[in-house]
Nanobody
């Protein structure tokens, strides 16, 4: 079991930046994949950015070049640096951790709102 707690969401103007953090209640060393998903009103949850235990990353095409995902195993955290935010980035952002046995853990989500 692990609890994931997101923070850093808020309201920002288009072109601004936010940094999301996800703190895990225990070591994240064994999680093969950690990262961020988002869900906008009326839409399905979608991948934003993930990072593997080996440091590999994968980004949604819409955020490439603007967002950066990273994990710090020593601090049990995953962060998402979001730059040049756009109104279409408005959503609830969720942290996810995939255990080695395939089970996914989710945080409660943090709201990001980008005004035009």
């Amino acid at each position: 079991q692990v609890q994931l707690v997101e923070s850093g969401g808020g309201l920002v103007q288009a072109g601004g930046s936010l940094r999301l953090s996800c703190a895990a209640s225990r070591s994240i060393d064994t999680f093969s994949i950690m990262g961020w998903y988002r869900q906008a009103p009326g839409k399905q949850r979608e991948l934003v950015a993930v990072v593997t235990s080996g440091g590999g990353t994968n980004y949604a095409g819409s955020v490439k070049g603007r967002f950066t995902v990273s994990r710090d195993n020593a601090k049990n955290t995953v962060t998402l640096q979001m730059n040049n935010l756009k109104p279409e980035d408005t959503a609830v952002y969720y942290c996810k951790a995939r255990a080695s046995y395939g089970f996914d853990y989710w945080g409660q989500g943090t709201q990001v709102t980008v005004s035009s």
